[in-house]
């Protein structure tokens, strides 16, 4: 199979380094559909090879001349859409990062793409495949606390990770459909596919609280340069890119050719995103959840609760237990963090509690790789598909993506608004409760 990549940053080494790796049996590598030439020529480097690279508007002509199968979409949010369904009816199929997309309008463009041409699309949710998490899915599908009632969700993202999302372009909304969308659309299909059920209604609160010049954070930060490789070396808030090999390789020498600046100041001006949020979700089955995500918290981790008829379970992550003040890992999920930390011990705990019955807590398995040992196992279903036992479902599609990425459409719908969003009344191209794509949009 012939393999083309849709956008060369750092997303993207995680499939490069398994096709040029663990899964080159599985195909080539053939082009670079980058419109940075420093960016593609890293990637050149990596590999020992070198391959043509095309501009974005020259998608198609990449794909007829390299007679490409198969498309990796690690572009910015934003571009999804587009690139996946021309991909698609230029004769390819598609394995798209989170989020699917970040608007209605992408949802239609992607199916209306995907029924025309029949094009097969695969979803990287890989949080799905971290064994403690399918531990918590293994829980709820046995019936051990019963019928699922209601879902209590708290994710936080540290001073390293989270304020990373407000130097790079993911802090500007219509790149990024805001944290709701490229964060939480991984957590969203988490509790989807956990309990089985799909949103049908929504109610967001929040804004930008702690970043940006007007932000908490800002008065103690001092002045500050535009961008981190300007800054104090000591400064806990700047992250200087220059300093970084790799960062500095794939971005920092990019410059010059689109002029992105990967490190900006995480309190300047121009930021359109939110940093606190919080939601209630209803579920087309009965439950409801109520979700927390927080971008400034002193270590990183999720609290998951689920509340049945029968019992419950809680499942806690400390991904970080706290930040240094320099030197930090940016993503603590990705590249394992040693700690030692007596209060707050790195690690996973599931526990299971049955009405008048003791707590019992259940060992996780150990993972493979990042993103809590799941990155091994998507990829293997990415490149390997059918070459091992999937029991609790954990490979995805596009309907997948859709019903992930709709809470964060409707909660941004929500936050401008103050009003409750039915899912109903979003134009996705389907219904995100039907059972198959052909099913078209709701009435």
């Not at 890293?42 to 391959?51: G, K, P, V």
Request: hydrophobic residues 40%; contains cysteine; negative net charge.
């Amino acid at each position: 199979m012939r393999y083309a990549v849709a956008g060369t940053g750092a997303r993207a080494g995680m499939y490069v380094g398994a096709l040029t790796g663990d899964h080159a049996d599985a195909g080539e590598l053939v082009a670079w559909c980058e419109p940075n030439p420093v960016r593609s020529a890293w990637y050149d480097n990596r590999i020992s090879a070198e391959l043509p690279r095309y501009e974005p508007a020259d998608l198609e002509t990449m794909i007829v001349e390299q007679r490409v199968d198969r498309l990796i979409v690690t572009t910015p949010d934003h571009a999804h859409a587009d690139v996946v369904a021309r991909a698609m009816r230029a004769g390819a199929d598609v394995v798209v990062e989170k989020p699917l997309t970040i608007s209605e309008e992408g949802c239609r463009l992607i199916l209306d793409a995907m029924r025309e041409t029949g094009r097969d699309l695969v979803m990287t949710f890989n949080y799905r495949y971290s064994p403690r998490n399918s531990e918590l899915r293994r829980v709820i599908a046995e019936g051990q606390i019963g019928r699922v009632l209601s879902v209590n969700f708290e994710w936080v993202l540290d001073t390293a990770h989270g304020a990373d999302y407000f130097r790079r372009w993911h802090r500007l909304k219509d790149r990024s459909g805001g944290l709701l969308i490229h964060k939480a659309s991984h957590h969203f299909d988490l509790v989807n596919w956990w309990i089985q059920d799909v949103p049908s209604r929504v109610y967001a609160t929040g804004g930008l609280t702690f970043y940006g010049p007007d932000g908490a954070g800002a008065a103690g930060a001092g002045e500050r340069p535009a961008r981190g490789s300007e800054g104090r070396a000591d400064d806990p808030w700047s992250l200087d890119i220059s300093a970084d090999e790799r960062l500095k390789e794939l971005y920092y020498d990019a410059e010059q050719h689109d002029g992105y600046i990967r490190d900006q100041d995480v309190f300047g001006a121009g930021i359109t995103i939110e940093d606190n949020l919080g939601l209630t979700v209803d579920y087309a089955g009965g439950p409801f959840m109520t979700y927390n995500l927080t971008a400034h918290s002193p270590w990183e981790g999720y609290r998951v609760v689920v509340n049945g008829s029968e019992g419950r379970a809680e499942l806690e992550v400390v991904e970080r237990s706290w930040v240094e003040a320099k030197g930090a890992i940016v993503d603590p999920s990705a590249n394992e963090v040693e700690q030692a930390e007596a209060t707050r011990p790195k690690g996973a705990r599931l526990v299971v509690q049955r009405h008048w019955e003791a707590a019992r807590e259940l060992e996780i398995p150990e993972g493979i790789g990042g993103h809590g040992g799941g990155d091994a196992f998507l990829l293997q279903d990415v490149f390997a598909p059918g070459t091992r036992p999937d029991p609790l479902a954990q490979a995805a599609g596009a309907l997948d993506g859709v019903r992930a990425v709709c809470v964060g459409i409707a909660g941004n719908a929500s936050l401008a608004s103050g009003q409750a969003i039915h899912i109903a009344d979003l134009d996705l191209g389907v219904d995100p409760a039907a059972d198959s794509l052909e099913a078209g949009s709701p009435a």
